[in-house]
Each structure stands twice: as C-alpha cells, then as structure tokens.
C-alpha cells in the first residue's frame, strides 16, 4: 500500500467513470489488484476500514452487487449496513431527500446507492458529506460495474487496450452499464462497437465513440470480446420487442456469432443472465467467458473504491 | 372632483411622452402635459413605459392547490411582473368545468385585486379534463371563461378534440391545445435527444408535439375554425404552423421565454428546475423559435407560469412535477429578445399585448384617450439577481434563479390606481 498512499484520491464521490481520468482509473484499478490478492488468501479479512461505516442504500433489488459490496466492505472490516426500498421509509412515502438526510445524521463514512432515478447518486452527492459511490442510477451510471469489467479485461489483455475491439450487445437504450462501459473503454483505448434492434438504441447513440449496428452477424466480426446485457423480460409488453424467442433468434449470442469473432474472444455478461435470449448457456459456460471472473473482479474493486473513498479525508484534501 | 395623474418624461417607442390619467382612464399621451393643480405627478425620467402586458397562459393554483399559488398571490405576482390580465388554466382541483368555479375564481379575483390584474379563466374542454365528454362549454361562457382548454391533460383522440373545436366555436371560444401526442409523451421527463440519451432520461420526442400541431392545423382548415397553439418548442411544430400560415390556415401560436434562451443542456445535472412540458429542446430549436417569434410565425408570449412548491421540486428528475414559475421574471428575459436585435420594441409590445387581445377579443390597450389607464413603467438598464425573495410567486422553481436579469419593473398602474 506505500505505492497508494503517496497517490491522493481527489473525488469525493463516485458517481461516473466519466470523472476520473484515465490516470485515476488505472490508480484504481491496481489498487484493486492488491485487494485482489488479499482475495485469494486463507484469511481474507483486513483490518484497513476498522471503525469505518458503510450504508449500502438499495432502492432497487440487487444481488451480486449488493453482496458484493457487502463482502468488499466486511473484507476491509467496515461496519456495513443493508437499507432496502422495502426496508425503508421510501415505501411510506418518504422523499429520497429526507430519507438521505437520516442516513446523514447517522454520520457513515460511505453511503452506495442504488436507485431507479438516473440522477439519484448526484443528488446525494449534492446534498450529503459522506462519500456518495454509485451501484447504478436509472439507466445513466453503473461505475463500479464498468470498472470490474476492466479489471477483468486487464488480466487478459494487459493495462493497455489499445487494439482491442469490445461489442455491446443488447439492450443498450435501458442499460446503465454499457453507458458507463463505453466511457471507460474508450478511455483505456478500447475501440467499442454496440448492437441492438433500433427500438433498444438510445437517441443519439451514433454521437457516443461506438460504432453502432443493427445485424449481429456484422457486428460481431473480428471482435476481441462480447459483452451481452440483460433484456429486461418487460421490454416486450412495453412494445418494444415483438416477441422474446425472435429477440434470441437474432440476438442471442451463439457459438455460431462467437467463430466470427477474434480466436480467443472473450465473452462477458453483468449478470443475472437470462440464458439462451441473451447468451446461449454453452457460451455463457465456455472456457472464454469471464462471467464469474467478473464476480471475483467486483469484490476487488469495491474494495479499492470504499476504500480509497472511506479514507480520502484522512489522505488529504477535500 | 376628478383625480389627475400625470406620469411625465417616459420613454414610449423613441419618444419622451407625458400621460396624463384622469378619473383612471387615459386622457392624453403626447410630448409635454400641462401642468395641473391638485394632480397626482410621477416623474418616470429614464424609464419606459408599456401598455400592461397579458399573459394568455397561467396556472394560478386555486382552486385546490393553493399552497403552490392561490389568486391573490398569482395575481399579485403578475402585477409586479408588469401583467394586467392573465388567462388561467382549467387544470385545478376541482377543475374548472362548471360556472360554479368559474365564478369563484372570479370572485376571488375581484375580492383580492378589485383594480386588477384582470384575470380571465380558461375553461376545460372536456369534463374533468378526461378527454371523454364536451366540458359545457355554454355555461362556462356565460360566466366568464376567455377561452378553453385542456392544457395540463392534451386532447389525444382527434375526433374528441374536433367536436371540442366545433362545440367551442359555437360559443365564441377558441380552443387553446396544449400540442402532445398522449402515447409518444408518456413518462418522459425531457426532451428526446443526445442529452437525454447521454445521461440515461426517457425523453419526449419533438414528434409528440408536432404530430398534434399538424392535427390541429388540419382539422382547422378542415373545419374552418380558428385554433391556438399553446406553448409551442421545436423546429418542426413552427414548420408546419409557418406553412399553415401561408396556406391561410387560421391558427395561432403561442412561446414561453425558456424556449427561445434556454435548452436541453441545462439537464445535463438532472436539474428538476428545467423540467417543463413541453421540455427544453435543442440548440437548433431554440434557435428555430426565435427566428419563428421574428419573423411572426410565432404570434404571442406567454409565460406557461406553472408554480410548485419548493419541496415538490426538492427530488430527483423523473419524480419532480412539470413547471416553471415564470411571471416574475418574463418581462426582462423577453427584453433581451430587444437587446439583442432580434425584435422591435414596437413588436416587442405587440406580442405581450396587441396580439393576446386581439387572438381572445380582449380588450385593447392602444394608450387612446379614454381606454383604461394600464400601464407600467420599466427600467431597461437595472441589473438584478432573481432570487427567492424577489419573487412574489408562492413558486420559486424556475432555471434562472440566481441569473442576473437586466430591466426591472418599476411601477405599474390598473385603471389608474397604483398597483405596484
């Protein structure tokens, strides 16, 4: 950790990639690594956040993220603390500000939101002292999930993406996750393609640095790696796909897709799959796909993120 | 005996005038009044002066959600904002759909501003604002409405807003829609587009709005019946209104100041500050509206003042309520549309009080010996911060609180007695 603490983390808040700088995301992510090997030992507890609180506020179910925060701040032995939408006063009718406010008064050092807002997190940020971290806001912002993703592209393709060409593929118009993927790719030198039908493509996508498609076949060709998103079961009833089984059809990611990619391609998915609409199950098991890498990766850099946002105060400025 | 008020040196289009008022109606306006015994004198040097402006689009609260505005406070706020007469939405609570409450909104009216601002109610269009049966339309102008609409809840069935056109026109009214495609519009909370698609908002197209313009405008012609285009925002709806026009189609459209000076990107930090409906639109519309305004596309201003409460607006985006308070600070945000060059002082006026009076058959206000003496006086140099205090709307939720705004209201006179 010398290497660390020489290296102040200026944000007091984590609420995007676009933030930090490409300089701060690599800082991040090799702090990740040691907490990575931490990781990997018999005993995994640290006693780094000792005396430290964490918040984890859920407005919106969440597995793995949540538990993965958990994990990572219990690693560390902070105090973590679950708040659920059902568990709060959110459902007596409670504003986000009041609530946020009650959660203040309670003096944690972190607060991880998430909430089905896109703004939420910064709103908190605005208005509260304690570090704001983002577990995904509406579908604006999933930081700590694109900053995962690239911890586990790391370890294969090295610290420099340069070269590497990453498809997007699904659900791109309700995902916070490619939003935040596609800044933090491009920033570590990723060339970034998107595929989905038009009616799950945002307005203004062609601006975004991806280079966007419609047809799997084509967009797929010569790519290092496939990042699949999870199709939301109700984008059908809301009339945006016709019907689920020719959504797989077309955009399912298959051995067939994968031989046109890159030898080697990785495959990804942010999880919970839903196998064989989005990711048929071989794939999503196959030697290449990084999915419960991405897991192990989650507990790293969630434990870099609380702790370099758990201690900023103590390294320096505000 | 009759009073005398004679306000002396104002500047009116170019020229330094003196107005003499006598028993509240003009008597004279020319470059030198002379002086009378006993009268009342007001030295306006360096100030302009302005027929009182109407705003044909407001949202005065009350009935039923007076904690956000209520009559007294709305019209209070229109007189210091340089407004003496403001048409009212039917969208309160109960709505306005029968005379019982139009004529408690008038009453209210007269009881707390008995010399004005005038306030004119807009009936609903259909009962309750549900789109489903004709408001009465009789009865409601019997007892005062100006105009009906139902802004706040658009008309989405196109044979459903026909017949109100029809019904409407029977009784004098012209029907003001609020242009929105009901299913394109649902659950959006800005305007569709890159910023939109950037920051992860479901958005609005300009589609849902210029789908209805081109409705309207069709069942006008069709009809031969005029219709008002409320609040209109994009490029696309000034296209169609702009052909509709030439073709002598007989409808009219009305602006707000936030969509000729601000966009879109004012939502980029989830501002709910700049959530309006119709949204905030793009550069390009902005620019489209403008050039719309001068060139007479665009036919009046009006504010679209929609007041909430400080904690309704205290949220995230996608929860907090449409609107912006807007009367307080109309009058200098639409002065720079003069400042810099893009209208006339003459059309200046026209747009915030010829033209409202002559689309609503309201009386006019053209300074002629006789006519009521509403005027205000305006200081087109002072520089002032628009903060919460210097509001006298109820509601502060407006994306210029804390700009410098240059030209203030000074004083404004209803029928000759002093209001502000």
């Known amino acids: ?318 | 005996m009759s009073s005398i008020l004679i306000i002396q040196n104002a500047e009116y289009l170019g020229e330094t005038v003196d107005i003499v008022v006598r028993d509240g109606k003009i008597d004279s306006v020319g470059p030198k009044a002379d002086a009378t015994e006993g009268a009342e004198v007001f030295d306006a040097a360096g100030l302009k002066v302005f027929p009182s402006f109407i705003d044909c689009h407001v949202h005065l609260r009350e009935p039923g959600f007076e904690y956000k505005e209520d009559i007294n406070s709305g019209l209070r706020c229109a007189a210091h904002g340089g407004f003496g007469a403001v048409m009212a939405m039917a969208n309160t609570k109960p709505v306005n759909d029968t005379a019982a409450v139009t004529k408690t909104m008038l009453a209210k009216a007269k009881a707390t501003w008995p010399h004005g601002p005038r306030l004119y109610p807009v009936g609903a269009a259909t009962v309750g604002l549900e789109g489903k049966e004709l408001a009465p339309m009789a009865e409601l102008a019997a007892a005062g409405c100006a105009a009906i609409s139902n802004d706040g809840r658009p008309v989405g069935g196109a044979e459903m807003f026909r017949r109100c056109m029809e019904y409407a026109h029977t009784y004098g009214l012209i029907v003001i829609d609020h242009c929105e495609d009901p299913t394109l519009a649902k659950e959006t909370h800005m305007n569709e587009g890159a910023t939109s698609g950037r920051i992860g908002v479901k958005g609005q197209s300009v589609v849902a709005e210029s789908m209805q313009a081109a409705r309207d405008i069709l069942l006008s012609e069709y009809l031969d019946i005029p219709v008002h285009l409320a609040h209109i925002s994009c490029k696309q709806s000034v296209e169609l209104i702009r052909w509709a026009k030439q073709r002598g189609v007989r409808v009219t459209a009305e602006t707000c100041p936030h969509y000729l000076l601000i966009d879109d990107r004012e939502l980029e930090n989830y501002s709910p500050m700049a959530k309006v409906n119709p949204p905030l639109r793009t550069p390009a519309d902005v620019e489209a509206m403008r050039e719309a305004l001068k060139d007479g596309t665009i036919d009046i201003l009006v504010t679209d003042h929609a007041p909430h409460a400080e904690h309704e607006k205290e949220c995230t985006l996608d929860e907090a309520p449409n609107g912006i308070s807007g009367m307080d600070s109309a009058v200098a945000l639409t002065w720079t549309l003069v400042t810099d060059g893009l209208i006339s002082e003459a059309d200046f006026i026209k747009r915030w009080c010829h033209e409202p009076a002559r689309i609503f058959n309201l009386p006019a206000n053209n300074f002629e010996k006789g006519a009521p003496a509403d005027f205000f006086l305006f200081d087109p140099e002072e520089r002032w911060v628009l903060t919460p205090e210097a509001m006298q709307s109820k509601g502060k939720n407006t994306p210029f609180l804390g700009r410098m705004l240059k030209g203030r209201v000074k004083a404004h006179w209803l029928g000759g007695v002093k209001v502000v």
């Open chain 1, 1 to 318: 950790m010398q290497e660390n603490q020489r290296f102040t983390w200026p944000h007091k808040d984590l609420l995007d990639v676009s933030q930090l700088t490409v300089e701060e995301a690599n800082h991040l992510l090799d702090t990740a690594e040691q907490f990575h090997e931490i990781n990997q030992r018999p005993v995994k507890k640290v006693p780094t956040l000792k005396g430290k609180s964490v918040i984890l506020f859920f407005a919106e179910a969440s597995t793995r993220t949540k538990t993965s925060f958990d994990v990572a701040g219990k690693r560390l032995s902070a105090d973590t603390f679950a708040l659920t939408k059902s568990g709060s006063s959110l459902t007596k009718g409670e504003s986000l500000k009041d609530t946020a406010l009650t959660l203040q008064a309670m003096n944690p050092d972190v607060i991880v939101i998430r909430h089905w807002s896109s703004g939420a997190a910064q709103y908190l940020a605005e208005r509260l002292d304690c570090a704001i971290v983002n577990a995904g806001d509406g579908w604006h912002a999933h930081p700590t999930q694109a900053l995962l993703d690239a911890f586990s592209l790391r370890q294969h393709w090295g610290r420099d993406f340069s070269g590497k060409t990453l498809l997007i593929l699904g659900d791109i118009l309700h995902s916070r996750v490619a939003r935040s993927n596609v800044i933090l790719l491009n920033k570590l030198g990723a060339k970034v393609r998107v595929c989905a039908p038009r009616t799950l493509q945002p307005a203004g996508l062609n601006d975004w640095p991806v280079t966007v498609y419609t047809n799997l076949n084509e967009a797929v060709q010569g790519v290092d790696a496939v990042m699949c998103l999870r199709l939301q079961l109700e984008r059908q009833q809301a009339g945006l796909l016709p019907d689920l089984s020719e959504y797989a059809t077309t955009y399912c990611l298959t051995a067939r897709h994968l031989a046109m990619a890159a030898p080697g391609a990785l495959v990804m998915h942010p999880g919970p799959m839903n196998r064989g609409l989005e990711i048929a199950s071989d794939i999503a098991d196959c030697a290449e796909s990084l999915v419960l890498t991405q897991v192990a990766s989650g507990v790293a850099v969630r434990m870099a993120i609380l702790y370099l946002h758990a201690t900023r105060k103590d390294g320096g400025s505000k």
